[in-house]
Every structure is written in structure tokens, then in C-alpha cells.
């Protein structure tokens, strides 16, 4: 049997050796085999396994799924050569190689973030072209949290508002929710409110700021975390 050495490409270049004598376990809780902080990847995400000689990715009844090559797997799928893995806004491409290859040949090959993963989710071009001050479009089935993970991503400021509930609006600093409000709520309170049942459509309008100032402290990571925490205890 050929030898073949097995390897995770990050997109920010880095290399992580599968050893075929051991599974892995990929999600944001502490202690898991690839730990990543996204606060849309559920605790435990994903499972790659070695199974009769080939690398197997396991969908571990995640909140968002896990997509091979752009489309959402049903449970389990055996990895080929260069598949793309998207798990909410992390990607990573799969390679096999021989033992012994030059890693700065392989990470050269690190996977590019698509237009999906950085485009707001709901949003189209259309949006954009037609509205530059401000954009709007649904919200998709993994909801509030992939938008906000969206402004991270792009260092937005401004409020966005939920367009099928009254006076339910977040305000965004630099890609951080700084306030919330929403049916006599305010703050962290009403951004985990929002987050739980956010409707259907979005708008977002750029450079306003809250009136009375920020209510919600902590870098974006620490917010987006907390609040999924929060949903993920009560089943919401």
C-alpha cells in the first residue's frame, strides 16, 4: 500500500497533519481535537474520521451544517483530493500527498474565501447596487448570528434593522454590536432576544450610531460566543 501523509490547509496558510490512527473532533468547545472560535460552529461541529482507507467528514448534528465543495452534506462524506470543507465561515481544503512533500508548496494552496462567505447572507448584488447607503435582504435559516458574523467579517458600523418586528434594531461599531433594542429590551438582553427569533428580513443602514451610546461591552468574538452559548443552554 502506498504511504500518503494527510493534511488540513487553513486559509490563513496553516498546515495541521491528520494522522490516520486517531479521530478529530472540530467545533468551539474547550478541549476538542481543532478548536475554533466562531460563534457559528456549534461545540462540536464536525468529525474526520479514517475509515476503510479513506477520510471521512461527519456532520455532528450542527446547528449550520458542513459543505464540501459549496454543498451541504447529509450526515457523512468520504473526503477526496482538494475538497474545499466550509463549516459557517471557516474554511479549509483537504489534500493527500507523499510523504516527506515540501509544506510551503502545499500551504501555498490554502483555499480562498468566496464571495459566499463574505457577502452577508440574504444579500445579493441586486441589494448593493440598488441601495448603496444602505442594503437589505432575508435572513437565512441559520439567522441573526451569521449576519452579525458577516459585519464582523467586514468592520460595518451602523444599525441594522429587523425588518418584521417593530422597533427591533442592533447597532454595529466597526463590525461589534454595541446596542440592541427591541420591545422594552435593551442591550445584551435584547441582542440575545433578536438572535433568538430575529424574523425574516434585514436592512442595514450605514454610520448611525446609538443615541444614548454603547451598552454592550467585549471585543465581537466575546459577544457573538456569549450570546451563542446563551441560545445553545436554552434550546432556543
Not at 79 to 92: M, R
Not at 99 to 107: F, K
Not at 110 to 122: C, F, L, R
Request: without cysteine.
Amino acid at each position: 500500500m502506498v504511504d500518503i501523509d494527510y493534511y488540513l490547509i487553513f486559509a490563513d496558510r496553516r498546515a495541521r497533519r491528520l494522522l490516520t490512527s486517531r479521530d478529530y473532533v472540530i467545533g468551539r468547545e474547550s478541549g476538542v481535537d481543532i478548536h475554533l472560535q466562531d460563534a457559528l460552529i456549534s461545540r462540536r461541529h464536525m468529525e474526520l474520521k479514517f475509515q476503510d482507507d479513506a477520510w471521512v467528514a461527519h456532520d455532528l448534528n450542527s446547528r449550520n451544517g458542513v459543505l464540501i465543495n459549496g454543498t451541504k452534506i447529509a450526515g457523512t462524506q468520504a473526503l477526496n483530493d482538494a475538497d474545499q470543507i466550509q463549516i459557517s465561515g471557516q474554511v479549509f481544503s483537504f489534500y493527500m500527498v507523499p510523504p516527506g512533500s515540501d509544506l510551503g508548496s502545499i500551504t501555498s494552496q490554502a483555499p480562498e474565501i468566496s464571495g459566499q462567505v463574505t457577502m452577508a447572507p440574504g444579500m445579493n448584488l441586486d441589494d448593493l447596487a440598488q441601495d448603496a447607503a444602505a442594503f437589505s435582504g432575508l435572513i437565512s435559516e441559520n439567522g441573526l448570528l451569521e449576519l452579525l458574523q458577516f459585519f464582523s467579517m467586514t468592520k460595518k458600523t451602523g444599525r441594522l434593522d429587523l425588518s418584521d418586528l417593530s422597533e427591533a434594531f442592533v447597532w454595529i461599531h466597526d463590525g461589534t454590536p454595541r446596542d440592541a433594542a427591541y420591545n422594552g429590551q435593551g442591550g445584551f438582553d435584547a441582542l440575545l432576544t433578536l438572535a433568538s427569533n430575529p424574523g425574516a428580513r434585514f436592512s442595514f443602514n450605514q454610520d448611525i450610531m446609538p443615541p444614548d451610546g454603547p451598552k454592550i461591552e467585549g471585543n465581537v468574538d466575546g459577544v457573538l460566543m456569549e450570546v451563542a452559548r446563551q441560545i445553545d443552554e436554552s434550546g432556543r
